[in-house]
């Protein structure tokens, strides 16, 4: 069974430039989650969907994030424009539900994103 | 506070036992996780436990857990080269939003 696969692994963008990165979730994985992780620190959480619904999105600087899941399959994160301080590993996962027992989250590899 | 705590790095010798400690701050937290990441890679789950049991093994990993002082570890036995990464505990709040909370990672170095 293939993983999360995400893309670009790495992208290095001047400030004030758009980005995009691009997320395909393991196959039947309802839920699917966008973190964020900084140099030296664990992962946290961006936002997360249930199907192409945006449950829980508080923790997204909304004036520069956007995301969007509009099939309920693949997803795309958004930042525009990008800052110094946004440099860092974005890290999407899924997870099946409840219904399989556990809801565990996989994750996939991260693109690691550079802003000069 | 709402911080997972971990200690920030871990040395032992390879075939000896390596213990990776957490602590966790929410008593209604369902699961605790722990996860591996490899220099460059995403997280690789490695186990999980859930908060009414107090040990799980699976093959040379073994989760205990103290729930009362909210207290996780990790032993992985005959440690070896290859495991020699960054280890993460994550707790789950409530099962209803899915949100994890990962404490800041221990750095295992295992020296041949």
């Known amino acids: 069974e293939a993983g999360v696969v995400q893309s670009p692994r790495y992208k290095i963008i001047e400030k004030k430039q758009p980005v995009a990165f691009w997320c395909n979730p393991i196959?039947?994985?309802?839920?699917l989650y966008w973190y964020l992780q900084n140099l030296g620190q664990g992962p946290e959480l961006l936002i997360r969907?249930?199907?192409?619904?945006?449950?829980?999105d508080s923790q997204l600087p909304k004036d520069r994030f956007s995301a969007e899941r509009l099939k309920g399959v693949d997803s795309t994160l958004k930042i525009q424009p990008a800052e110094l301080g946004d440099s860092a590993v974005y890290l999407c996962?899924?997870?099946?539900?409840?219904?399989?027992?556990?809801?565990?989250?996989?994750f996939g590899p991260g693109t690691r994103l550079t802003v000069l | 506070g709402e911080d997972v705590e971990q200690s920030l790095f871990l040395s032992v010798r390879e075939g000896d036992s390596s213990v990776i400690n957490c602590t966790y701050t929410?008593?209604?937290?369902?699961?605790l996780y722990w996860y591996k990441q490899e220099p460059g890679a995403g997280l690789q789950l490695l186990t999980y436990?859930?908060?009414?049991?107090d040990m799980k093994q699976d093959q040379r990993l073994t989760v205990l857990l103290n729930k009362k002082d909210k207290h996780l570890s990790l032993r992985i036995a005959d440690t070896q080269t290859g495991d020699s990464a960054i280890y993460f505990c994550?707790?789950?709040?409530?099962?209803?939003?899915?949100?994890?909370?990962f404490g800041q990672g221990t750095t295992l170095q295992v020296k041949p």
């Open positions: 994550a707790e789950l709040r409530s099962s209803n939003t899915g949100k994890l909370i």
């Open positions: 969907y249930e199907n192409e619904e945006a449950v829980d």
């Open positions: 196959s039947g994985h309802n839920t």
């Open positions: 436990i859930f908060s009414n049991m």
């Open positions: 996962a899924s997870s099946p539900g409840w219904e399989s027992g556990t809801d565990t989250q996989y």
């Open positions: 929410d008593s209604s937290s369902t699961y």
